[in-house]
């Protein structure tokens, strides 16, 4: 008799209800922060706020998205918050010297773009050929590339934290994008599309809800592509494959040496795309703008499940992260509670990630033996 049927139903039930619990817990815990952040949070709960932390939350999803691909070969990529910054100074220094220089707004944006996403990748090719071909480990390649990268986008700020004084015209089209949305809804006038109605009343105007803003429907563009990649691909098993077992791997026929430079060139990519925007929300571009949230981006990935030690791990879960971050962060301030203490309570929340991931894993192996 096989030996799980000796096994009663309430026992199987229990199994069942703590598996659904270990794999669930993120998205609980999300629904549980909403729900208490709603009760004692004055405008919390309203459709502006929502917004807001979901705008908030696009940068550290972005590096999460990049940071998941990593994280399930074994890998871990410190550069890329500093990427963030590199991609950032570029593109606002690109279109603010094309712009004076008499180039068409439209056109300098995408010079800058353009010119911020092909640079931002170049800290990625060399972390690949450091860790993929040259065996340097992920931890030491990339915390050599975090301190090149971040000498870099100073200098090209002279040193500055910020480049700012875009000309005017610039600014407002960078804004359209960066602060704009799709859809507005508007306090007892209804939806409007593409444009916020201005000379609002203050009353009114402090209840306009941005429903789709255009740097989140960005973000769920590029994580629907990078999910369905890793989900649905070659290149996404073939990703799984080297994180399970990198010698099984290479004996199946996968080519680990471009696979690697691959995985980090796409998570330099997803940093520069959160640079970009950065420039675009703030009509500014900053070497340490995402400074912060390089810790913020692998927790994100810890949260939502990804194991740390490869093979497993979702694009969805990195994204339930980076809102769990925001979420907290955003209710933290709205009870007028010291934010340093976000710091605090994410570290907890790593903490009990990896303590669910490991329980989760022998369950698993007790039902196997069992």
Not at 94 to 103: E, L, P
Not at 179 to 196: A, D, I, K, M
Not at 323 to 342: A, D, K, M, R
Request: hydrophobic share 55%; proline share 4%; with cysteine.
């Amino acid at each position: 008799m096989a030996a799980s049927s000796s096994r009663s139903p309430s026992s199987l039930s229990k199994d069942r209800v703590l598996d659904f619990v270990a794999r669930s817990w993120a998205y609980i815990f999300l629904a549980l922060m909403v729900i208490f952040f709603s009760i004692t949070g004055r405008g919390f709960f309203s459709l502006a706020n929502f917004a807001n932390v979901l705008v908030t939350s696009t940068m550290v999803a972005l590096m999460a998205i990049g940071q998941t691909y990593v994280v399930i070969t074994a890998g871990i990529d410190l550069s890329i918050g500093w990427t963030v910054g590199l991609a950032s100074v570029i593109c606002a220094r690109v279109m603010r010297d094309a712009v004076n220089g008499g180039t068409d707004v439209g056109l300098a944006m995408l010079m800058g773009v353009g010119l911020a996403l092909l640079v931002s990748i170049i800290p990625g090719i060399i972390n690949g050929i450091l860790i993929a071909r040259i065996k340097v480990p992920p931890f030491i390649a990339t915390l050599g590339m975090f301190g090149i990268v971040r000498g870099a986008a100073f200098l090209l700020t002279d040193g500055q934290q910020i480049i700012g004084n875009l000309p005017a015209n610039l600014q407002e089209s960078l804004r359209s994008i960066g602060s704009g949305s799709l859809l507005w809804y508007v306090p007892t006038q209804g939806l409007f599309v593409l444009s916020r109605p201005t000379e609002l009343p203050p009353e009114i105007s402090r209840g306009v809800a941005a429903l789709l803003p255009y740097p989140v429907i960005i973000t769920a563009i590029v994580v629907l592509i990078f999910a369905f990649v890793l989900g649905r691909t070659r290149f996404g098993r073939h990703t799984y494959a080297i994180g399970g077992n990198q010698d099984a791997a290479v004996r199946s026929g996968i080519n680990i040496k471009k696979h690697l430079t691959l995985i980090y060139v796409l998570a330099a990519f997803t940093a520069g795309i959160a640079g970009v925007l950065h420039t675009f929300r703030f009509t500014a571009g900053a070497p340490n703008a995402a400074e912060a949230a390089l810790l913020q981006s692998v927790a994100a990935v810890v949260i939502g499940g990804t194991n740390l030690f490869g093979g497993e791990g979702k694009i969805s879960g990195a994204v339930i992260g980076a809102l769990i971050i925001n979420v907290l962060s955003n209710g933290l301030v709205i009870l007028n509670i010291n934010p340093l203490w976000q710091f605090v309570v994410v570290g907890v929340v790593i903490i009990v990630a990896v303590l669910v991931n490991q329980a989760q894993a022998a369950l698993e192996r007790l039902r196997t033996n069992v």
